[in-house]
């Protein structure tokens, strides 16, 4: 089983490399600084106990469905080793090449996009146009983009399509899906009044539920939302 300890090696010299790095958690660092979304790599046990699994994720903190500042979100991608390795695509403890290469793979395929993606706009409108990498964006998490972007005659419409299932049915007994439906039914009166104030109160109001008293938090930078820079017609 991986350890604790072999991810810390690991991680150390990619660390020591990128002082805009931050390791949270026991198996994962952020890109600082850490906004409405954060930008991760993660580092991830397998069935092999001389194998672990990284990948890359980004992940907001604002949406109705996020149910923990811990939580990979619905985009991100594999990193894999290099082709020049005859071991496969596997990090292999028992190799020593893995630490550089580790460090090789992880600045190419994860942190120089997400140095791009230093916006909350960037990142939104990267997931939209990256669907191979963003898993299912249901309709959940495009009604909450479109809300943070300030498209709110889109995000209207969106929820009038999903808006029957939050406000007449009722959650299971799931503490998470309980949560997903009450910020759900927060967002109802505000979203059909197009009231913009209220709706950056809530997005505000759920990225402090996932962030604040968490390991997170002393590197989480509060700012606007692109609702906020953008004028009501």
């Known amino acids: 089983m991986t350890t604790v300890r072999q991810v810390k ?7 020591e490399r990128n002082p805009d790095l931050v390791a949270v958690g026991r198996n ?19 069935s092999d106990p001389n194998c672990c699994f990284v990948s890359w994720h980004v992940t907001e903190f604002f949406m109705p469905q996020t ?27 028992s190799d020593p090449t ?5 460090i090789d793979r992880v600045e190419a395929e994860a942190l120089t996009p ?10 939104l409108e990267f997931k939209r146009s990256h ?24 995000a209207q419409e969106i929820w009038s399509r999903m808006r029957r299932r ?14 997903t439906y009450r910020r759900f039914r927060e967002l109802d009166r505000p979203l059909r009044a197009g009231d913009r104030e209220a709706l950056c109160a809530l997005l505000a109001q759920w990225e402090a539920e996932n962030i604040v ?18 004028r009501s017609p």
């Open 9 to 15: 090696g690991l991680l150390a010299p990619l660390l």
């Open 28 to 46: 994962r660092v952020w890109l600082r600084p850490v906004g409405h979304i954060g930008r991760s790599v993660f580092v991830d046990r397998t």
């Open 67 to 93: 149910p923990s500042w811990f939580s990979l979100g619905r985009c991100g991608d594999r990193i894999i080793r290099s082709m020049r390795f005859s071991g496969g695509q596997g990090w292999f403890w």
């Open 98 to 102: 893995i630490y550089q290469d580790f």
């Open 114 to 123: 997400f140095r791009s993606l230093d916006t909350t706009r960037k990142c």
């Open 131 to 154: 669907p191979q990498r963003s898993g299912y964006l249901n309709l959940e998490w495009h009604v909450a983009a479109s809300i943070a972007l300030g498209e709110i005659e889109a």
């Open 166 to 179: 939050y406000i007449e049915e009722e959650p299971s007994a799931s503490l998470s899906e309980q949560q």
């Open 213 to 230: 008293g968490t390991p997170l938090e002393p590197y989480w930078r509060r700012s606007a939302f692109p609702l906020e820079d953008v």
